[in-house]
């Protein structure tokens, strides 16, 4: 049984479309696995063109919530976003909303230093392997004499990822990539940036195979700190 959908008569065609499918969705009357109906019952449904249903389509498959598949048994299938596609898309935001390395800065203080005690409570020895192997591409870097912020956020990320907490990992996810800008910027007002913080990254992985919170929060205070000096979080 296929949920029904009701009239579009206003604003733009194809984003009321997708805003009713994404309710039917937060509802419970479409789950991952579901088929939306056919193009033609949706069409007649909703009032509108084959064109909009279409572009509708395209909107959803292209945020993760739809899979549209063709032959004979196609269709459009509910599906469970990828948290990177989410992750992707929640970064974008930021990265579009003029959020300063200050503010991000700032945000990391609460956000990472309130997941460390999760992560020292359950990170398993592969999750520390991978946070190692991540502290060995930097060292490697390092030695040739370069320096990538990415893989400082890369670092973050996993850290946030050893809560086993899927919405932690999720927003850790979307922070990637505008950490990695951050780190940008505090290498631009000091080139000493990125020094320093390999080196307590391997200390933090330390601390997380002791399980001392309370070490993995100093480390990880003293860490987000000097970044904040740098992009001139005040306080």
């Given at each position: 049984m296929f949920p029904s959908f009701t009239p579009v008569s206003t604003g733009r065609v194809s984003t009321e479309i997708v805003q009713q499918v994404k309710t039917a969705i937060r509802d419970g009357r479409l789950a991952p696995g579901d088929q939306l109906p056919p193009e033609r019952d949706l069409t007649r449904q909703l009032g509108v063109s084959r064109v909009s249903v279409r572009d509708a389509l395209r909107m959803l498959e292209a945020q993760g919530l739809v899979e549209v598949r063709v032959g004979a048994r196609g269709g459009a299938f509910v599906t469970t976003p990828a948290p990177k596609l989410v992750g992707e898309g929640i970064g974008d935001m930021l990265l579009h909303a003029d959020v300063t390395p200050a503010d991000l800065t700032e945000a990391r203080m609460v956000f990472e230093l309130g997941v460390i005690d999760l992560a020292c409570a359950r990170a398993t020895e592969d999750d520390l392997r991978v946070l190692e192997e991540i502290c060995d591409r930097a060292d490697a870097l390092a030695t040739a004499g370069g320096y990538d912020p990415a893989l400082?956020?890369?670092?973050?990320?996993?850290?946030?990822?050893?809560?086993?907490?899927?919405?932690?990992?999720?927003?850790?996810?979307?922070l990637q990539g505008p950490l990695a800008g951050s780190l940008r910027e505090a290498r631009r007002v000091d080139p000493q940036t990125g020094r320093v913080g390999p080196l307590e990254h391997r200390a933090l992985v330390e601390t997380l195979r002791r399980r001392d919170a309370a070490e993995a929060r100093r480390i990880l205070s003293e860490h987000i700190a000097r970044t904040a000096r740098r992009v001139g979080v005040s306080g």
């Open positions: 400082s956020a890369e670092f973050h990320a996993q850290l946030a990822r050893c809560s086993h907490n899927d919405a932690l990992a999720l927003v850790a996810a979307a």
